[in-house]
């Protein structure tokens, strides 16, 4: 039997599913099947964030598995670039929440990379 | 985010900033949240297509003004009616109105590609969404002033087409026009847009063609039909990609009239012309209601004649391509204009293997659209419907523009006119947006440091851009 994880786009009023078989889903597999289901293309023009709609903390860890059953909201937002005109780096805390989002699409997990 | 101080005005774009497509600003200054257009990208699909609507809380909105019916300005807007809690008040004028009902129609067919595999609809909405926002849909008068809830706002023409409207509004003694798309050049049926009889504090304004400039109207004319000309006596084919209503029209009285005044030359109406479009006959009555709003010109024609100007002595209107019988030289103008998919792109991937065929692009192209592509000449081009498969590119590819966008030294003129000591460009790619920037602020270089700096904004999308009104207008308004 199929599992189900509810999501809903911040700015919607309906609430959509993802289903598939098994206890829960990587963030990252989450984001991934999102982006498929709505045909959002390579992930190169947007970002995509999750939250919990409880908290409105966000899922920045891919590797975090949301059990099934759970409800998300998901944020479309523009990509951004890595670096910032002013010289700044990627910041640990929101290092997930910059660049864009295809990463989800080509299917190769981030790598933190650390700082040199 | 920070909290707004009293006096802070706030502009704020979910799409069109730094991108031509999904054109949607919001502004807020003194409680009141107005929010400008509601395009989709034309380059993009589905949720892609739309402006990044979850970066605003859109139930905070009063009021959202649509400035004309173009795809790119309106078709999000039953998204944003059905789908979102949106619950302000919509306005357009009355043409906009009567062309959106069946433009959109038009869009949910084209992309109706069927349900996946959850059920999900694939649609960004659908027929009944469309109908029963509609409904919701106010009317604007141009020249009169509607206030809602203290924001007030007039509508006043923008030339681009048929509706089209730049908005003044004044909230709290500030005023900001929004000139949406627009052309200060009067052609074969509409008047230059207007510039409005009181000042602006705020200008938001297209920036399409940024610093470039336009050949004379007459020139373009003439090249235009030259080239299909040329084209057709060799017994080739001309495809002319358009969006189905306004410029199309514009084409189409020129070409109108060069085939009757041409008739010996072109064999006597052994070339025909087609408009592969049921929109665009099913609009003809809307483009008769509305010839008041047109230029003395086409008002005289109508006048003198006592018939219609958009029904074409040289043009006949295609319903399908099963009909059409393609057996020797012809002109035919489709839809879509950016040759996404549709009757166009067909068209274009039966004749483009052909050398003496020629594909002539007429209005703006959209970065990452199929129109943008072939103008790059590629040696051949991705068939549609075989994603696997290419169609060798032997034909000519030219492209002469009757976008009705202002050139450079329009627009400045017009934005000298306006006299607005801020700027946000919007409407426009990076690159001719930035060379704008730089000219304009070169322009108003010496009154740099003045009380009467110019300030000009080219801000991206979900960046917001942040004013400070003090004193005079405020304490103004605080009199009244
Ligand atoms: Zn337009
Ligand atoms: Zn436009």
């Known amino acids: 039997m199929s599992s189900t994880i509810f999501y809903r786009f911040r700015s919607q009023r309906d609430t959509n599913r993802i289903l598939f078989d098994g206890t829960g889903l ?15 293309g390579d992930g190169t023009h947007f970002q995509l964030r999750l939250y919990n709609p409880d908290t409105n903390d966000e899922y920045d860890d891919d590797s975090q598995v949301i059990p099934r059953s759970s409800s998300v909201v998901a944020r479309r937002s523009p990509a951004v670039r890595a670096f910032s005109a002013n010289g700044g780096g990627m910041s640990k805390g929101s290092s997930a929440s910059l660049g864009n989002a295809a990463r989800y699409v080509t299917g190769k997990p981030r790598v933190l990379q650390k700082k040199q | 985010m920070e909290q707004l101080s009293n006096s802070s005005f706030k502009f704020f774009s979910l799409g069109g900033s730094n991108e031509v497509g999904r054109s949607c600003h919001i502004l807020q200054f003194k409680g009141k949240t107005i929010m400008l257009d509601a395009g989709v990208h034309p380059a993009y699909e589905g949720l892609s297509s739309l402006p990044f609507y979850d970066e605003f809380d859109l139930s905070t909105i009063d009021v959202l003004l649509i400035s004309h019916f173009h795809v790119d300005h309106a078709a999000s807007l039953p998204y944003v009616m059905q789908k979102t809690n949106f619950q302000g008040r919509v306005f357009m004028t009355h043409p906009t109105k009567a062309i959106y009902r069946w433009l959109l129609r038009d869009f949910v067919r084209v992309t109706s590609i069927g349900a996946s595999s959850s059920g999900k609809d694939e649609n960004l909405y659908s027929d009944e969404d469309l109908a029963e926002s509609f409904d919701r849909i106010e009317t604007v008068d141009f020249h009169s002033t509607v206030e809602v809830n203290g924001i007030k706002f007039t509508a006043f023409h923008a030339g681009h087409v048929l509706g089209a409207a730049m908005y003044q509004l004044e909230i709290a003694g500030i005023r900001i026009l929004f000139t949406g798309d627009y052309s200060r ?50 017994g080739g084919r001309v495809l002319l990609p358009v969006f189905a209503l306004g410029r199309a029209q514009e084409i189409m009285l020129i070409l109108d009239e060069y085939w009757s005044n041409h008739s010996d030359d072109l064999g006597g109406g052994q070339v025909p012309i087609y408009y ?48 059409f019988q393609d057996f020797g030289p012809s002109v035919m103008l489709a839809s879509p204009g950016m040759l996404q998919s549709g009757l166009s792109r067909d068209i274009l991937e039966k004749w483009c293997p052909e050398g003496k065929n020629l ?16 103008m790059l000449e590629p040696e051949s081009i991705p068939s549609i419907n075989n994603p696997e498969s290419t169609i060798p590119r032997r034909c000519q590819v030219d492209e002469i523009s009757f976008a009705a966008h202002v050139d450079f ?10 006299s607005a000591n801020n700027i946000i460009l919007v409407h426009g790619e990076s690159n001719p947006m930035g060379r704008l920037k730089s000219a304009l602020l070169s ?35 605080v009199g009244n």
């Open chain 2, 409 to 418: 030294q329009e627009n400045l003129e017009f934005i000298e006119q306006i």
């Open chain 1, 26 to 40: 990587t963030v990252f597999d989450l984001k991934r099947e999102i982006i498929h289901e709505n045909k959002l």
């Open chain 2, 276 to 323: 592969a479009s049921n929109l665009a006959r099913k609009c003809m009555n809307v483009f008769q209601t509305y010839v008041n709003m047109m230029n003395d010109d086409i008002r005289r024609k109508f006048r003198d004649s006592q018939t219609n100007p958009f029904i074409f002595k040289n043009i006949s209107y295609l319903k399908n391509l099963e009909e």
């Open chain 2, 359 to 374: 594909v002539l692009i007429t209005g703006y192209s959209i970065e990452g659209t199929m129109a943008k592509f072939l």
């Open chain 2, 185 to 234: 050049e009067v052609d074969r049926h509409l008047n230059s847009a207007e510039v409005p009889p009181l000042p602006s504090d705020v200008l938001i304004v297209e920036s399409t063609f940024g610093t470039a400039t336009h050949e004379p109207r007459a020139s373009r004319e003439r090249k235009l039909t030259q080239l299909i000309h040329n084209t057709v006596i060799k």
């Open chain 2, 443 to 477: 322009n108003f270089g010496s009154l740099k440091g003045t009380e009467n700096e110019v300030r000009v904004f080219n801000p991206r999308n979900c960046v917001e851009v942040i004013l400070e009104f003090k004193g005079i207008k405020i304490a103004k308004a």
